[in-house]
């Protein structure tokens, strides 16, 4: 089923975009190896893993349902993998498999790159709890916003998220979704991320969105982890604002970039990478 050095894993991973701009990647700096996508199911998924000690192996990018459950498979953990409680790389050093997360790293360069906003001091309003929120509250703690607030569905999530990375003056609030409780704090909000489902391609909530249009402020910057579809309905609601829209394909290139740039040990080929996902989804809507 393996049979070149560097790849991805996910059960079902027939949807995956990373082997189109990995490759790309690839050629472009002239590394003779081909990005495969391997569909694991969770029983194989042990025994897959091992494999990547092998001796030419390089690494491989971990999707769902997969970040959580390798955890125990490799043998070291870098704090960001700690931090958030995924790995989303192995890679393998001489035999040593070493777990790695660039989901967050890879949400702050899609902001800082391809949005051109630094979080430094902003205040910011995270929709959703789960495993990609964490990712992104962990990035945006390190990034020094000054104000940050998890809203969620199920307020129990947020709080269990907010008090896990308190620190310091670093203090999250959770709130619930309801308008009245967001309407204190959605509007004031230079940075607002959606993280939920909602708004999702093939999802149950394909044209829901966390936030209407009257609560956002003109000045807001509205990111969606979304990326499918590339607009959705948060990101209109953010246009229809006033705001700036940003679709969360810039963070699933990133985060595939700062996995390459350690698998490889070169800079990445940033441009080429990013022209070679926009005419995949280009020639796939045509
Ligand atoms: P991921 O790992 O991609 O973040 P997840 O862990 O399943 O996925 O989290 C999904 C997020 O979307 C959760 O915050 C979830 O809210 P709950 O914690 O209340 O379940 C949110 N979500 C999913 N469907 C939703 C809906 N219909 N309305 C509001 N939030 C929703």
Redesign the pocket.
């Known amino acids: 089923m393996i049979s070149s050095n560097i790849g991805i894993i996910g059960h079902p991973i027939g949807h995956t975009k990373s082997p189109v701009f990995q490759q790309a990647g690839l050629d472009a700096l002239g590394i003779d190896e081909t990005f495969e996508a391997w569909d694991v199911p969770p029983k194989k998924l042990e025994s897959i893993v091992a494999k990547f000690r092998e001796k030419n192996f390089i690494a491989c990018c971990v999707t ?1 349902p997969h970040k959580q459950a390798v955890i125990p498979m490799v043998d070291e953990l870098t704090d960001a993998a700690k931090a958030v409680g995924a790995v989303n790389w192995i890679f393998n050093r001489r035999g040593k498999l070493v777990g790695h997360n660039t989901d967050g790293s890879g949400f702050l360069r899609a902001l800082r790159e391809k949005t051109c906003f630094d979080p430094k001091g902003a205040d910011v309003v995270v ?8 990712a992104i509250v962990h990035a945006l703690k390190g990034a020094e916003v000054n104000r940050l607030t998890i809203a ?3 307020v129990e ?1 947020a709080q269990v998220l907010a008090s896990y990375f308190s620190e310091g003056k670093f203090k999250p609030k959770a709130i619930g ?1 309801a308008k009245d409780e967001m309407a204190n704090h959605v509007p004031f909000a230079n940075l607002l991320v959606n ?4 708004g999702m391609s093939g999802g ?2 394909e044209i ?1 969105s ?1 936030v209407t249009s009257d609560m956002i402020s003109a000045q807001t910057i509205g990111y969606d ?1 979304v990326y499918a579809p590339p607009m959705t309905t948060f990101l209109r609601e953010v246009e229809a604002a006033g705001g700036e829209p940003a679709g969360g394909i810039t963070m699933l290139v990133f985060q595939g970039i700062e996995g390459f740039e350690m698998a490889t040990g070169r800079s990445a080929p940033v441009n080429i990478m990013f022209e070679a996902i926009y005419s995949a989804i280009k020639s796939h809507s045509n």
């Open positions: 769902l929709f959703g709890a789960g495993g990609a929120a964490r969620n569905r199920t999530k979704m993280t939920t489902s909602l149950p909530a829901a966390p982890a």
